[in-house]
Every structure is written in C-alpha cells, then in structure tokens.
C-alpha cells in the first residue's frame, strides 16, 4: 500500500494560484497513474487530473482544462497539481491517489491522501 501525504493547500484570492504537491511512499512510485480529485461542500469527488508514470500522458476535468497542470518528479516520489486562475468554486478538500489505470474514476484508485483544504475568496 502507498502512503500518500498532499500539501499545499491553503486560502487564496480569485485569480491567485496554488501549487499542490502529494509525496507518496515506496519504491514503485514512477509505475502508478497518480490522480488528483476533489471534494467541495456537500458534492461528490470530483475527478481533476491523472498523469501517467511517466508523466508523458495527462488528462484534465473540463472545469479546470487550461487552468490547471499535474506534473511529477519520481526521483522525488512527489506529484504536483500547479492551479492557476483560481475561481470560488475550486474551493475543495484536494486529494491525490494511486492508480494502476489511466482513470477518471475514482473507484479506479486505490490509495487516497488525506486531503488538503484549497479555499478562494471572491
């Protein structure tokens, strides 16, 4: 099992930016599919990206394409998600996850962090 910690998070004004990262554990980390997902107020999660081991292959939700950008250093076992432009309704628990699959589902993802509380402000 992969221990998955994000960081990041934090309170930002509209327009602003973040970047997000999510450490993981073990010595297989370039072979997993890394995803990004969140969770705002009484919504489901809600797929934001995946990037392969590699880092060749991305994918992005429709609400965050052309704003948002994952990246990956597997010599550092860290996944990044850069998020720019920021609007209210990013507003989100962000989690980071684990996958075997180039997935947009989350029940493709079997190792979740604990999440990290993204908040913008109007």
């Known amino acids: 099992q992969m221990q998955l910690v994000e960081s990041g998070g934090g309170l930002?004004?509209?327009?602003?930016?973040?970047?997000?990262?999510?450490?993981?554990?073990?010595?297989?980390f370039s072979t997993y599919v890394?995803?990004?997902f969140r969770q705002g107020p009484g919504k489901e999660r809600q797929f934001v990206s995946f990037?392969?081991?590699?880092?060749?292959?991305t994918a992005y939700g429709d609400?965050?394409?052309?704003?948002?950008t994952?990246?990956?250093d597997n010599a550092k076992n860290t996944v990044y998600l850069q998020m720019n432009s920021l609007k209210p309704e990013d507003t989100a628990?962000?989690?980071?996850a684990a996958s075997n699959y180039l997935s947009?589902?989350?029940y493709d993802y079997k190792d979740w962090g604990q999440g990290t509380q993204v908040t913008v402000s109007s």
């Open 104 to 106: 947009a589902s989350r």
């Open 12 to 28: 930002v004004q509209a327009g602003g930016s973040l970047r997000l990262s999510c450490a993981a554990s073990g010595r297989t």
């Open 63 to 68: 609400s965050v394409k052309g704003r948002f």
């Open 93 to 96: 628990v962000y989690y980071c």
């Open 34 to 36: 890394m995803g990004w």
């Open 70 to 72: 994952s990246s990956r």
């Open 51 to 57: 990037i392969s081991g590699s880092g060749a292959s």
